[in-house]
């Protein structure tokens, strides 16, 4: 069960949570580098076409070794 500030959130009421960003405004958090090397694009973005291509593979992953399992259960 939701308590009653994040069913506010959930149907649209209200403001999301805040974050504590004490850290951040400190400079003790690293917040460089967020997006793995594998995924730029090298013009400050994102590559999403290697993000489909590899979530694709994990998707193929995934069932292959769903298959596998349930052919070692008979």
Same mark, same amino acid.
């Given at each position: *069960? *939701?308590?009653?500030?994040?069913? +506010? $959130?959930?149907?649209?009421?209200?403001?999301?949570?805040?974050?504590?960003?004490?850290?951040?405004?400190?400079? /003790?958090?690293?917040?460089?580098?967020? /997006?793995? /090397?594998? $995924? +730029?694009?090298?013009?400050?973005?994102?590559? =999403?076409? +290697?993000?489909?291509?590899?979530?694709?593979?994990?998707?193929?992953?995934? =069932?292959?070794? /769903?298959?596998?399992?349930?052919?070692?259960?008979?």
């Amino acid at each position: *069960m *939701m308590d009653s500030k994040e069913e +506010q $959130y959930f149907n649209g009421v209200g403001s999301p949570p805040r974050q504590n960003n004490e850290g951040l405004e400190k400079g /003790i958090i690293d917040n460089t580098g967020v /997006i793995p /090397i594998r $995924y +730029q694009d090298g013009l400050g973005g994102i590559d =999403i076409e +290697q993000v489909r291509r590899d979530q694709q593979q994990a998707k193929r992953e995934f =069932i292959r070794a /769903i298959l596998k399992y349930l052919r070692r259960q008979h």
